[in-house]
């Protein structure tokens, strides 16, 4: 400090008073500038954690718009709720379990970092989905309201029987029911919110059901449909011989396969073309097919019930110019077919009406952990049948008190109009078993539900199979196309930015 500044702050300190006065107001001044400092920190600290407890909450998520649809603003949590749908639904279908099983899809890994296509991820597959969905529910949501249809006490029995579900998952993990719905759509979550949801999605599924079930037309109709598409419809009897062109396989000293060389494979062609016209040759002659693929080192097939999926043989058996006894051969890249040509018809297989109960572990006395035998269950079952009284509605009352499907446990096991297909291939084979009659009882298991399953065959319908399949194909397709045409009445706009805390 120079002596000029030195003599200007001593003056001052003396003006002030003794130097010892002088030193306590410096300090005071020193410490109110700290205080003031700290204070201002401390304010700042305090807003910070405010707007965390805040977004940490959820609110300022809920006041964000991810999607307007036709003027109407969809919010985050809500936008998050069809995300998490169109997720799990695909998931439970049986495209999700071929591609989580395949390893196309990893649920332990992210959506964004996984490829659905070459240009769109699964986390923007899904985001798609959800925004498709979000129109069609609004859209329906309106029509129904419109046309007076609202939610009756059956539908919101179902939606209660909804969120005691959603409380019993939460219960099971220790959650809340609230904080469970955070873990499962986002913080910004709210039960108000998921309900709406849901009851928004009731009501839509309950508009497009309303629809499904007016559709109806009349024989005629459904005979033209057939028509136009016989291969899917009708059966086929045929036999035929498959004569491998595939060269034998070599390997050289160490084990290893050896690859074909292409003249090699166009000479194992060759030969195998040269044995299909030898057993075609001597099959018009008389002979016989399973015979002369015994004696040709070829395998024989006969099928008096083939279904139609595009491929060389089935084009040549399912062409329309085929006649009882025509006789040919197929050409594929690695083979040649030697085919005989028996008879054509749609399927007539008829529906069947059948009650049943099913037995479960559930049914048993199971220690902790333990799971049931095939053979524990099949004597529950036959238990319970013992104790039948004999007459039909004796086995309806046994049903609405042992069985275990909740799809008939309260119409006394009851499945009417079943088409051939719609059961699992046990039940569905029992029910097809020549010399089937009303009144058979039986037991069978099947390890795709897990259960017995104890029989009562009421009888069979009058539907024929290709009559039920044209309708319900038609009815589909009639559905899929009001569904798009609702869909597309409405247009949205999407908020990418907070699109992205979605998933």
């Known amino acids: 400090m120079s002596a000029s500044r030195e003599k200007k702050k001593r003056q001052e300190l003396l003006a002030n008073g003794d130097p010892k006065t002088a030193r306590e107001a410096e300090q005071r001044a020193a410490e109110k500038k700290a205080n003031l400092l700290y204070g201002a920190i401390a304010v700042v600290f305090v807003v910070v954690a405010v707007a965390l407890v805040i977004y940490n909450s959820g609110i300022v998520q809920r006041s964000q718009t991810a999607v307007v649809i036709d003027g109407?603003?969809?919010?985050l949590p809500e936008t998050s709720y069809y995300y998490q749908y169109a997720y799990q639904s695909f998931l439970n279908s049986q495209n999700g379990y071929l591609y989580t099983a395949l390893g196309w899809l990893d649920t332990n890994k992210s959506l964004k970092e996984q490829s659905y296509s070459d240009d769109q991820s699964w986390d923007e597959y899904f985001k798609e989905e959800a925004v498709r969905n979000m129109r069609f529910v609004q859209s329906a949501v309106k029509s129904a309201k419109d046309e007076g249809m609202s939610l009756d006490e059956e539908d919101l029995k179902s939606f209660d029987e909804a969120v005691a579900t959603r409380k019993s998952e939460a219960a099971s993990y220790g959650y809340s029911y609230k904080s469970y719905l955070n873990l499962m759509y986002g913080s910004s979550m709210t039960t108000s919110i998921f309900?709406?949801?849901?009851?928004?999605?009731?009501?839509?599924?309950?508009?497009?059901?309303?629809?499904y079930d007016s559709l109806s037309y009349t024989d005629q109709q459904i005979a033209d449909y057939y028509e136009e598409n016989k291969n899917t419809y009708d059966l086929v009897d045929c036999e035929y011989v498959n004569v491998s062109g595939t060269p034998l396989p070599k390997t050289d000293d160490d084990g290893n396969t050896i690859e074909a060389t292409d003249e090699e494979k166009e000479a194992a062609m060759a030969d195998a073309k040269t044995t299909a016209e030898a057993i075609l040759a001597a099959v018009e002659d008389g002979g016989n097919l399973e015979v002369l693929a015994d004696q040709n080192d070829a395998v024989y097939t006969a099928n008096d019930a083939l279904t139609y999926s595009s491929s060389e043989l089935n084009d040549w058996l399912f062409d329309s110019a085929r006649k009882s006894g025509d006789a040919g051969i197929v050409e594929t890249d690695s083979n040649y077919y030697?085919?005989?040509?028996?008879?054509?018809?749609r399927d007539e297989t008829l529906d069947y009406n059948v009650r049943h109960i099913l037995v479960t572990k559930d049914s048993l006395e199971l220690g902790e952990g333990e799971e049931a035998t095939e053979e524990q269950l099949r004597a529950k079952a036959q238990e319970i049948l013992d104790t039948w009284g004999g007459s039909e509605e004796d086995f309806a009352a046994l049903a609405n008190e042992h069985s275990k499907d909740p799809g008939s446990n309260t119409n006394g096991g009851l499945y009417e109009n079943v088409a051939k297909n719609r059961m699992v291939s046990e039940f569905e084979n029992w029910c097809y078993e020549d010399g089937r009659k009303p009144g058979d009882t039986g037991i069978v298991y099947s390890s795709s539900t897990s259960g017995a399953h104890i029989m009562y065959f009421v009888g069979y319908g009058d539907t024929q199979y290709w009559h039920y399949a044209c309708e319900n194909a038609m009815k589909n397709k009639d559905q899929s196309?009001?569904?798009?045409?609702?869909?597309?009445?409405?247009?949205a706009e999407v908020n990418e930015s907070v699109m992205k805390k979605i998933g």
């Open 338 to 345: 030697v085919a005989v040509f028996n008879d054509r018809q």
């Open 481 to 491: 196309d009001w569904e798009t045409a609702l869909t597309d009445s409405v247009t």
């Open 72 to 75: 109407q603003k969809h919010n």
């Open 195 to 211: 309900e709406s949801c849901l009851k928004d999605q009731l009501l839509a599924s309950k508009y497009a059901s309303a629809h």
